[in-house]
């Protein structure tokens, strides 16, 4: 069984002045696709802290590291740069196709930063931090992610 892991990335939840209603919806959406789902991890907007979180899900193991929040264009949203910093190469398609499908629905979905991409062996993929645009932006993908981590072991047929 693949793994995944959730980490919320939110100033206020981590300080425990709002509850994290994102990534609970996350770990359910990912066990529903089959993931073994750890988390969900809150650490504040913070770049560093943002960037431990995500390395030491992947140093354990994790096939999958989502991130939900910090994507829009506040001067505290700073988990894509965070999450840039860690990427050996970027999966352009996913965050595409998460905002091909959130504008659809909600048309300022475009203005996330929300991206996606490889450290290691391990799919990092980031999502909004509203539990309609996180849920909505894994759900669009969530139907690939099993090829994608047979792809990064090496478990190629060609």
Not at 66 to 88: I, S, Y
Not at 134 to 148: D, Y
């Amino acid at each position: 069984m693949s793994s995944a892991h959730v980490i919320t990335v939110s100033d206020r939840a981590s300080a425990g002045i709002i509850k994290d209603a994102s990534g609970p919806a996350l770990m359910d959406l990912l066990r529903q696709g089959g993931f073994d789902v750890s988390g969900p991890e809150v650490v504040p907007d913070n770049a560093q802290l943002i960037s431990d979180a995500i390395t030491s899900a992947a140093s354990r193991g994790s096939d999958v590291v989502v991130t939900t929040g910090g994507t829009g264009l506040g001067p505290r949203d700073v988990t894509p740069q965070a999450t840039a910093a860690l990427l050996d190469y970027e999966v352009p398609g996913i965050s595409e196709e998460m905002r091909r499908v959130g504008t659809a629905s909600t048309p300022t979905a475009a203005l996330s930063r929300s991206m996606a991409g490889v450290h290691g062996r391990t799919l990092i993929i980031n999502v909004p931090g509203s539990v309609k645009g996180a849920t909505e932006s894994l759900a669009a993908v969530i139907p690939i992610l099993g090829h994608a981590v047979q792809l990064l072991r090496g478990d190629t047929p060609h």
